[in-house]
C-alpha cells in the first residue's frame, strides 16, 4: 500500500482552492497515488449530516403537502444550532466524524485524503466571535500531514465569488493569518499566480510523502 496523508485547503471563499486541489489531485493521481476529495462543510462535519436530513424531512413534508416553517438558513432552530454551546459541541462531533473519514480513506483504503476547508476553518469563525476555548480547541485538532492556507487579496477573492463584501473578507484573511501562524509547518499560497501556487502545494505535498 502506498503512502497516505492528509493534505487540507482553507482559506477565503474565491482563494482559488477547488483550482489548486484539482490540480495536485490530477498530479498524485497520474503519479499512481489514489486520491479521495472531500469538502469539510458537505462530507465531514456534523452539519452536513443535519443538513441532509433536514432535507430529506422538508422532501417528505413537500410531498405530504404541508408547510415546512423549518427552513434552512432561518427560524428559531437554526438560530439555536448556530449558537456558540451548540457549535462547540458540534465540533467534538466534526472532530469523530473526521477521525472515521481518515480511518476509512486512509487506513482500509490506501488514499490520500484531500479536504477543501478544514476545522481550522471553524477555528476561523470561533476566532470571530471570540470564543475562550480556541487555544484548547486548537491543541485538540489534529494536525495534518500538510495544511495549506490559500493567500489572496481580498479584492480579488470578491471578484472571483461575490458572496462576501471586501471589508469583511480583510477581516477574515487577517484571522486566517494570525491562525496558521499557530500552527507548526503550515504552509501559506500565494495564489496571485496558479502555475506558482500549484507547484509550491505539489513540492510540498511530495516532500512529505518522502
Known sequence: MSRTILVTFSGLDGAG???????????????????????????????????????????????????????????????????????RLAYAGDLLSLTVRRLYHQRLRGEILILDRYLYDTLADAAARGWPSL??????????????????????????KGEYDVPYLTERRATYRRLFARIDGALVVRNDDRESASRAVRDAVAERLR
Not at 443538513?51 to 432561518?74: F, I, K, N, Q, Y
Not at 485538540?140 to 471578484?159: G, N
Open 135 to 160: 487555544s484548547t480547541l486548537l491543541r485538540l485538532t489534529p494536525r495534518p500531514d500538510v495544511p495549506i492556507l490559500v493567500d489572496v487579496e481580498p479584492a480579488d477573492a470578491f471578484a472571483r
Open 17 to 87: 482552492k477547488t483550482t489548486l486541489i484539482r490540480d495536485l489531485a490530477s498530479e498524485l493521481r497520474s503519479s499512481g497515488h489514489r486520491v479521495r476529495i472531500l469538502t469539510m462543510y458537505d462530507d465531514v462535519s456534523l452539519y452536513s449530516y443535519l443538513r441532509s436530513l433536514h432535507d430529506r424531512v422538508r422532501g417528505r413534508a413537500r410531498r405530504a403537502g404541508t408547510t415546512d416553517a423549518g427552513a434552512a438558513g432561518s427560524g428559531p432552530l437554526y438560530s439555536l444550532v448556530r449558537g456558540a454551546p451548540v457549535r
